[in-house]
């Protein structure tokens, strides 16, 4: 057999459909037309593979994700008012150069933690960004309906009927959609409560997904430490990945289930621990409930719904009138 790496070997493979819909980020093209025949896809986070990318400016997942983006970032235009009626508002605009954590103009970040394990310390660099979750109580409980749980599995915020209100954020066990105050429909029907703004995260770059493309940051990894593909035979890499390494996968149950499964050789309870201690937020609390299954949630669910429901009709309504689809 000539001798070829293992990269060209998996683009070969992968073009004679040998290893099914699981695809790595040499091969972009065909993933995502394989996710696309088998519904829902999915992403595995390897944490074995992530180096944190030494020696770059930022990390390449960051920055393939700020430069794919960067059109939807928020534009402030004028003076932000408070969040009346707090005394205060969220702008990151003045600050969107800030790269060590989540911001409305920064929706992926890398978290660098050491983690000691059965007589050996673990330098492990975590991708962290929405982990599209199965059942989303930010989509569920947004009073709004501005936020969908799509059917190939990416969950959005509609930056045009979103207000702000963070509901979203205070639901998610991650806290990931963040605000930027000043911009989105106060601007336009409410100016003095234009300090609510619009919520803003990963979106698992929709566009290219739905189009038989891959996310930007999992094309851009150097160390192939994101693998996308059909959501189902992510899970299964990711056990067996993690088999492998007699290691643990992080996602799979969490929140009732995502589709993003984060593989490491260290105890996930640890890592949250070692994150904690750094004030690294988001944590990584292994087993966490979702919040639409407590009985708090449920009722919320329920009262929500209706209202909800009402916002979709009529942003429904205003799309039809402009002949939008
Ligand atoms: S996931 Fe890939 S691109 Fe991102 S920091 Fe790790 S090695 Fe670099
Ligand atoms: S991670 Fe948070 S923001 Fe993303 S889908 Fe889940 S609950 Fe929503
Ligand atoms: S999937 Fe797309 S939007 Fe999400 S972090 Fe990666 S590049 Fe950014």
């Given at each position: 057999m000539p001798n070829i790496s293992r990269r060209s070997f998996l683009k070969r493979s992968i073009a004679s459909g040998v290893v099914g819909g699981l695809v790595l980020?040499?091969?972009?093209?065909?993933?995502?037309?394989?996710?696309?025949t088998t519904g829902q896809v999915g992403t595995i986070i390897d944490l074995t593979k992530c180096d944190g990318c030494p020696g770059r400016e930022m990390p390449a997942c960051v920055e393939a994700c700020r430069t794919k983006n960067k059109e939807k970032f928020p534009k402030v235009e004028g003076e932000i008012q408070d969040y009346?009626?707090?005394?205060?508002?969220?702008?990151?605009?003045?600050?969107?150069?800030?790269?060590?954590?989540?911001?409305p103009y920064n929706w992926t970040f890398v978290q660098a933690v050491q983690v000691e394990h059965e007589g050996k310390l673990h330098e492990l660099h975590i991708q962290r960004r929405c982990?599209?979750?199965?059942?989303?109580?930010?989509?569920?409980?947004?009073?709004?309906s501005a936020q969908e749980k799509t059917p190939e599995g990416p969950v959005l915020i509609n930056p045009n009927i979103?207000?702000?209100?963070?509901?979203?954020?205070?639901?998610?066990?991650?806290?990931?959609?963040?605000?930027?105050?000043?911009?989105?429909?106060?601007?336009?029907?409410?100016?003095?409560?234009?300090?609510?703004g619009v919520m803003y995260k990963c979106?698992?770059?929709?566009?290219?997904?739905?189009?038989?493309?891959?996310?930007?940051?999992?094309?851009?990894?150097?160390?192939?430490?994101?693998?996308?593909g059909p959501k189902e035979e992510m899970r299964i890499e990711a056990r067996r990945r993690a088999e492998g390494i007699n290691g643990y996968v992080y996602g799979e149950k969490e929140n009732g289930g995502t589709s993003t499964f984060y593989v490491s050789p260290v105890?996930?309870?640890?890592?949250?621990r070692a994150l904690k201690e750094q004030q690294?937020?988001?944590?990584?609390?292994?087993?966490?409930?979702?919040?639409?299954?407590?009985?708090?949630g449920i009722a919320k669910g329920l009262l929500v719904a209706p209202v909800a429901g009402i916002f979709a009709a009529g942003y429904a309504a205003v799309k039809t009138m402009k002949g939008e689809d």
């Open positions: 980020s040499g091969a972009p093209k065909m993933l995502g037309a394989q996710a696309k009346w009626p707090q005394k205060k508002h969220e702008d990151w605009s003045q600050k969107q150069q800030v790269i060590n954590r989540l911001t982990m599209h979750c199965d059942n989303p109580p930010c989509a569920h409980l947004c009073p709004f979103c207000f702000g209100g963070a509901k979203c954020r205070d639901v998610c066990p991650w806290q990931i959609p963040q605000r930027q105050a000043g911009v989105g429909l106060y601007t336009k029907v409410a100016p003095k409560y234009v300090g609510g979106d698992l770059c929709y566009d290219l997904v739905k189009t038989g493309g891959v996310p930007a940051c999992v094309a851009a990894c150097p160390k192939e430490a994101i693998v996308f105890p996930f309870a640890k890592i949250d690294s937020m988001p944590g990584m609390k292994p087993a966490v409930e979702n919040y639409l299954e407590t009985p708090n």
